[in-house]
């Protein structure tokens, strides 16, 4: 056991801290908006330029090929700087793994390098009125027609949908409940948007509604009827690692370090609170990059990791808050997204179910 | 960078697992006050991080931290921090330390009584930054009541002492680490145990572990454990630099409020038979109340974390 970075990985932290010095935005406004998301597609692009946008990937989509333990690396020294959160995150975080894995070498090539250089920003749709927690219940379907398939229902609450180039989702092709379902991507145009505005106000979400929405067989990925199986295989890989990187909660904590210096003894233990578990968090990760190197599935435990980082979150920013009383304007919007956490990416009582019976082995 | 242990300290624990196993079963603690140690000097588990010129086998504190974790888990008494690791850091040129014939209890600083001190042939006090040795026959125990039944707690007094010539602050920083890998195995016992019975206690025609409210305690039990070990670990790696004693801390308050919730959700989820002297359990919960206050209590420890995060950089 070790924690040295080798000479190679230590280079590349400072070729990383040395370009983010250099290229840096100021801050931009919520891309949320219609300016800021263009203002983050350019600095995307911009990212993208310097290979720095999917640094993991293989040089042939717009990575370099780097391990896990240098992507985290990247994520540290990008949220040190102050770098806003990724325009991008869906497609690079959530779809890309599945296409990795599941898609053929011409979806690679044509998605990749796109997604890579926020050409196509990708929107998920999965949740639907009535399918959030139980996903699996989703209503949404498609119909085989010439050359492809038409695609039927609605699905909401769809982040940066409102903007978003492309979609991916499930679709019910069949009737069986887990085994009906197929993966799909598909074309924005076509599709039905309304944006929903988010606790802030601003039209982070959006409802999508299908009517006969055209997509090829060329956008179909893996078989069909075997969407639940990638997108749950993906997630449980994803859930612990990439979705949150460490680096993103020690920013946090160091500045919430900076605002206790002079507080009150109990507001500052808090703070060295959420620094010792922003540090479990980040050595606990370089232990699953390490697994995951090495070749092993994480499964379930991955739940571990999404319930620790979204209460962290939570309490952090509530800190923030405590600390700084009405002068807390930059720290709002942090806020209210942190409340979001325990309900994204499958909610906090979900994780728990799993962790109690799949790592566990508590009764159902 | 290469954050998991290599297979050499896993056997390691491995084979202290199996002695511990036989030798210290939950039985024991009710009738033997130092169960397995005869087992483990053969081992020569009290030479492991001994130099080799004092017939040690040198190793590094991370190398044996799966197996002092291994030492929480079975909930062995006697002081086992204190002759396996403040020892061969403090008193190396004692006799026979390899061979485990030499029993070393510690009174840490801010600390009132000695644990297991009734143990020790050697007492070392540390006082004012200075360490004291001080022989069996020159100290004076008066019992005090403690918590943990197998880990007695005693006032000292002593007529006469060695100064020792050493600094004591990397030993005590060691000890701390060592005993925050006890409560995360500690931890990792209660919850295990928890939800084995869990699954075995029928309430309302149910298995008590198939109610969300006692699944999700569970859960959250689990969650902190998986992520304060791997701050222990870091203490164990860094405890010869700059950081030691900072990562230490960071590393005994983690341990310490884990190994706490832990017994809080054993209890909670055994009930009223959790809350009996017959029952097992009784000494793991003693034990987390314990050692969490052993070597700084997890708020001692935050607090120097506050000091090293908010206090003013260059
Ligand atoms: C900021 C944000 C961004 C999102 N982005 C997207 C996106 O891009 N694409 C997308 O498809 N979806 C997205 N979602 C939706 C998200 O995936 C769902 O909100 C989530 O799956 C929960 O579903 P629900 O909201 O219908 O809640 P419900 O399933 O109705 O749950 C309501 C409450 O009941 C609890 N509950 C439900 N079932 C159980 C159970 N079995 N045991 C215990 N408790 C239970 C839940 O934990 C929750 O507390 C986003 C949500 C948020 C907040």
Known sequence: MDLDFSPAERAFRLEVRDWLARHRPPPLPSMDTAEGFAAHRAWEAELAAARLSAVSWPEEYGGRGASLIDWLIFEEEYWAAGCPARVTQNGIFLLAPSLMRYGTPEQRERHLPRMAGGDDVWAQAWSEPEAGSDLAALTSRAEPCPGGWRLYGHKTWSSRAAFATHGFGLFRTSGARHKGLTYFMFPMA????????????????????????????????????????????????????????????????????????????ALADR????????????????????????????????????????????????????????????????????????IYAGTNEIQRNIVAERVLGLPR | ?????????????????????????????????????????????????????????????????????????????????????VAPYLLADVPKLASGAVCVGVLPPGQAYAADADLADLLIVVRDGGARVIPRRDVRLAPRRGVDPCRPLFEVTFSRSEPLPVPVGPALARATVATAAQLVGLARELL???????????????????????????????????????????????????????????????????????????????????YTEELDLRFWLARAWSLSAAYGTTAAHRERLRTAITGRRP
């Open chain 1, 271 to 342: 703070a060295a609170r959420c620094r010792i578990e922003a540090e479990a968090y980040q050595l606990h990760t370089f232990g699953t990059a390490r697994r995951l190197m090495a070749g092993e599935e994480l499964g379930p435990a991955a739940s571990m990791g999404k319930i620790f980082w979204s209460e962290l979150d939570l309490r952090m920013h509530a800190l923030a808050l405590d600390l700084l009383g009405d002068r807390a304007e930059s720290w709002v919007d942090g806020f209210l997204f942190s409340l979001a956490g325990p």
């Open chain 1, 190 to 265: 076509g599709v039905a948007v309304r944006p929903i505005a988010q606790l802030d106000g601003l039209p982070g979400f959006a409802e999508l509604r299908f009517d006969g929405v055209f997509t090829p067989d060329s956008m179909v990925l893996g078989e069909v009827g075997e969407g639940w199986r990638i997108a749950m295989a993906t997630t449980s890989s994803e859930r612990g690692l990439t979705l949150r990187s460490p680096g993103r909660f020690l920013a946090t904590a160091d500045r919430l370090a900076e605002l206790a210096r002079d507080a009150d003894p």
């Open chain 2, 192 to 274: 295990s145990v928890t939800v084995g019975y869990a699954r075995v206690r029928t309430q309302f025609g149910a298995p008590i572990g198939s109610f969300q409210a006692v699944k999700h305690q569970l859960a959250d039990v689990a969650v902190a454990v998986e992520f304060a070990a791997p701050l222990v670990y870091r203490a164990a790696l860094t405890v010869e630099s700059d950081s030691g004693d900072r990562d230490a801390s960071a590393a005994k308050a983690a341990a310490g409020e884990v190994a706490t919730l832990a017994a809080r959700v054993a209890l909670q989820i055994h009930g009223a038979i959790g």
């Open chain 2, 1 to 85: 960078m290469n954050f998991g242990f290599n297979d050499d300290q896993l056997a390691l624990a491995a084979t202290v697992r199996d002695v511990l196993r036989t030798h210290c079963p939950p039985g024991s603690l009710r009738s033997e006050r130092r169960p397995a140690w005869e087992q483990l000097a053969g081992l020569g588990f009290f030479g492991l991080l001994l130099p080799e010129a004092a017939d040690g086998l040198g190793l590094a504190l991370v190398d044996v931290l799966p197996a002092l974790e291994e030492t929480g888990r079975a909930c062995l008494p006697g002081p086992v921090v204190e002759t396996a690791v």
